[in-house]
């Protein structure tokens, strides 16, 4: 099936571990994305690639660290967890030289810090 | 700076009646607006898009939304809402260009009763 695949869904850590979430799309979209949810449900936008080219880079700890091998995969590295991390992280992909803004997401992780 | 308003954190309907659900934004040009659906545990789903022409959108699920420059509302409707629909929505925005950021809304959550 064409989508946006993110994995793993749900991720229990605790407060100090490295982890890291891996997204992958197969739209042939040049562009993807990663949005915190918080618990309030406000969606946040943390990053975005484009071509692996990072062009956006919100006020996000550096413990987060972005990485795009290729167009087709954004994973996102977490260093140092922290009890505030924990929350739901979509990523997303969209392809803006189709003249389409419109994103597709991913089904989402739950990360949860202990 | 683009921002998206959604006055009502929480509405409930009866199952048969209307719907609309409130979506204000802020920016110099028309923009780029869409509305997602969150379902509970779930990531999320694009109801639908403006990007010019008829100012009257059809989505998918019996959605439909209006925009109204005058106004710089986005609002989406739907006659007769069904016990499916409820779920978190979201009002979103962006200027497209080179970052295509989505900015959204804080969300209305839509319970249905029976």
């Known amino acids: 099936d064409t989508a946006v695949s993110q994995t793993p869904k749900y991720l229990v850590t605790q407060m100090g571990n490295d982890k890291s979430i891996k997204c992958e799309q197969n739209l042939g979209h040049d562009t993807m994305y990663w949005y915190k949810q918080d618990s309030k449900k406000f969606l946040k936008i943390m990053f975005s690639y484009n071509n692996k080219e990072l062009i956006i880079n919100e006020t996000v700890p550096n413990r987060f660290s972005p990485k795009s091998p290729d167009k087709a995969h954004l994973n996102l590295h977490i260093n140092s967890l922290e009890l505030g991390d924990s929350a739901v992280y979509f990523c997303?992909?969209?392809?803006?030289?189709?003249?389409?803004?419109?994103?597709?997401f991913g089904s989402g992780t739950r990360l949860t810090v202990v | 700076a683009q921002s998206v308003t959604q006055p009502d954190i929480h509405i409930t309907v009866s199952e048969g009646a209307s719907l609309e659900l409130r979506c204000n934004y802020s920016y110099g040009a028309t923009p780029y607006l869409f509305w997602y659906v969150q379902s509970p545990g779930q990531g999320l789903q694009l109801l639908l898009k403006?990007?010019?022409?008829?100012?009257l959108v059809q989505g998918i699920k019996g959605f439909e939304a209006e925009f109204k420059r005058s106004q710089s509302s986005f609002n989406l409707r739907k006659p007769s809402v069904h016990w499916s629909d409820a779920a978190e929505y979201f009002c979103?925005?962006?200027?497209?260009?080179?970052?295509?950021?989505?900015?959204f809304g804080t969300g209305t959550l839509l319970a249905v009763q029976p």
């Open positions: 997303a992909s969209s392809s803006r030289g189709m003249g389409n803004y419109g994103y597709t």
């Open positions: 403006y990007f010019s022409g008829d100012t």
């Open positions: 979103a925005v962006t200027p497209g260009g080179a970052t295509n950021k989505l900015i």
